[in-house]
């Protein structure tokens, strides 16, 4: 089956050209994440339905093409990543998220613990992207080069992660959210990872 794919525009430091390009290129549907829908038209990007809460965005410019999520418990990020997941996309990119004030930098690394399983999700940096593992969606397999750096850090407590084809692997070992992730690096073979709880893999853009 042929991954369905969304691609979810934050209003937060907008992606350069070519990282957009390139995720609309492979397929993506945008969708603007509340005020995220404005910069995304600004930038010639008219997304399909603008979600979140809705107290950012021009509404006038969007008439017929919102869909509210009042629930203040939540932020608008982690509830269009559910919402999106409860449609059936099983992959989605994220961009825009970057920049803002630093709750909003920790609390979109908290919508990716906070996000069920059932799809692969990818925050998009301008030097990197950081994709999620759900124990549900099964290990993540790329291709590292040789020297490259990247890191691993655990959302949520795990007892047993799998690590292979890095300088320093993991062997079923237990891994909470410290910096002994940090800073791994490839070694020109493909890297496997897989892990009973929700890591954060960040990985050079190009990879």
């Known amino acids: 089956m042929m991954p369905v794919r969304a691609l979810l525009w934050c209003n937060g430091q907008q992606p350069s050209s070519h990282v957009a390009e390139a995720l609309l290129q492979a397929g993506s549907t945008p969708f603007g994440v509340d005020g995220g829908a404005d910069k995304a038209a600004r930038a010639g990007i008219v997304v ?29 990020l982690a509830k269009s990543i559910a919402l999106l997941i409860e449609r059936g996309y099983t992959e989605i990119d994220v961009v825009g998220s970057d920049g803002g004030s630093t709750d909003h930098v920790l609390g979109n690394w908290a919508a990716l613990c906070e996000a069920p399983g059932g799809a692969r999700i990818r925050l998009h940096h301008e030097d990197a992207v950081t994709h999620r593992l759900h124990p549900q969606d099964g290990g993540l397999e790329l291709e590292i080069r040789e020297g490259n750096e990247f890191s691993v850090f655990a959302l949520s407590p795990c007892s047993s992660v799998h690590l292979q084809g890095a300088e320093w692997n993991l062997d079923g070992e237990a891994l909470s959210l410290s910096t002994r992730g940090l800073h791994n690096r490839g070694t020109g073979d493909v890297v496997r990872i897989q892990a009973d709880g929700i890591l954060a893999l960040i990985v050079p853009r190009g990879e």
Do not use: F
Request: hydrophobic content about 25%; glycine content about 10%; cysteine-free.
């Open 48 to 76: 399909e339905e603008v979600l979140g809460d809705l107290d950012s965005v021009e509404l006038g410019q969007w008439e017929g093409r919102t869909h509210e999520l009042p629930d203040d418990s939540s932020s608008d």
